[in-house]
């Protein structure tokens, strides 16, 4: 869903009635266009994002090729997120950089539908990807699996992730809504503001499955995830607390900031699209889309800088003392890790009875590491 940026100014979607390129990029500056002193606000911000966006996943790049150990099957779906991420970083942010300096989009008609384009399918990898990490996250603690790794899966979500994406973001294109100027005349993304049947269609369609179904989907694996580790909880009072209270400030931090960076820009969008015209000012409309395109930042830091193994090797790569350069040579223990929830049904109750392998929740929670546990190993 995400093309970053969305605009509840009417007056900016004029663009796609124009005939050419040089009327889009000529256009005179309309009501919505922001002040100067905006524009430099805006500028730094998204050259804040651009740069930290960038750094942040390409540091997560360099580990995944550095570090053999990393690259497990699980850990397939991290790097989508940072590939999608850094792709925003490269193709999406980096004009609406160049255009907010200049105060105007400086591509053109053809330049903005491929602009709104390539932000929506790259911000839906990332979005999909991030729901099918809390399902394996919740699936690895509750179902238990004897196979060895298995990459076939991880692949096929990957793929699928792209796939899912190209479905809703190719549409406009091909004439199911478009992709138009929007905010502060700086970007483009899904016209929201088209008051047509099509259109309205296109976007309930695109909240439904690229922002609805994903909330509910990640609430639930976080959820059950919870309640799991709770019954552990009860019967293992000391180490089994820690982690629970380990995994609930994960989750907790997972859900707002998901919550955070994506439902203002949906509030916003909806408003723009089916609330009165001009309800929503150019502030409004630019504040939204960028604490979207901050996920970029944020997530590296989640998804990576929380988990004890790229925290690992973090330290490694940037030579702290903290790990000794013989330990890189050793790999990190890995074990299946399961919590099974046995239900037994007494009269009106249900009692719950849970099985844990304490090093393979140790693993997945992300708990501080043991003081003879060794860092993954280094390739050439």
């Known amino acids: 869903m995400d093309s970053r940026m969305f605009s509840g100014q009417a007056g900016l979607n004029y663009s796609f009635n124009l005939s050419d390129d040089r009327e889009l990029v000529d256009a005179p500056a309309g009501r919505g266009k922001l002040s100067p002193t905006g524009f430099v606000v805006l500028s730094v911000v998204l050259g804040f994002i651009m740069t930290f966006g960038f750094l942040n996943n390409f540091i997560v790049l360099l580990l995944f090729c550095k570090f053999k150990k990393l690259r497990t099957p699980v850990n397939m779906l991290l790097l989508n997120i940072s590939v999608s991420d850094m792709l925003v970083c490269v193709f999406g942010t980096t004009l609406s950089f160049a255009s907010s300096i200049r105060g105007r989009w400086l591509l053109g008609r053809s330049g903005c539908s491929w602009y709104g384009f390539i932000n929506s399918c790259f911000g839906i990898v990332s979005l999909i990807s991030l729901v099918i990490l809390s399902y394996d996250r919740y699936s690895t603690l509750t179902v238990y699996n004897k196979g060895g790794p298995n990459y076939r899966k991880p692949l096929l979500a990957v793929g699928g992730s792209w796939l899912y994406s190209l479905i809703w973001t190719v549409p406009p294109l091909l004439g199911w809504s478009s992709y138009g100027i929007e905010g502060a005349g700086t970007s483009c993304s899904v016209s929201w503001t088209v008051q047509t049947v099509q259109s309205h269609a296109y976007i309930i369609c695109l909240f439904i499955f690229c922002l609805g179904i994903p909330v509910l989907v990640m609430f639930y694996c976080y959820g059950r995830l919870l309640l799991a580790v709770k019954q552990v909880g009860k019967i293992r009072r000391t180490a089994a607390r820690r982690r629970e209270y380990h995994i609930l400030f994960m989750v907790l931090t997972t859900a707002a900031c998901y919550l955070l960076c994506w439902m203002p820009y949906g509030v916003v969008a909806m408003m723009a699209t089916f609330g009165p015209p001009n309800i929503i000012s150019p502030v409004a409309s630019v504040v939204p889309s960028l604490l979207a395109k901050s996920s970029t930042v944020i997530n590296p830091l989640i998804y990576i800088l929380m988990n004890k193994q ?24 890995s074990k299946t890790t399961v919590i099974q929830l046995n239900r037994r049904v007494y009269s009106n109750t249900v009692a719950c009875t849970a099985q844990i392998s304490t090093n393979a929740l140790d693993q997945c929670c992300s708990t501080p590491a043991t003081k003879h546990t060794t860092p993954p190993e280094v390739t050439a």
Not at 310 to 333: G, Q, V
């Open 310 to 333: 790229f925290y690992r090797c973090f330290l490694i790569l940037f030579h702290c003392d903290h790990w000794s350069a013989d330990n890189c040579h050793t790999s990190m223990p």
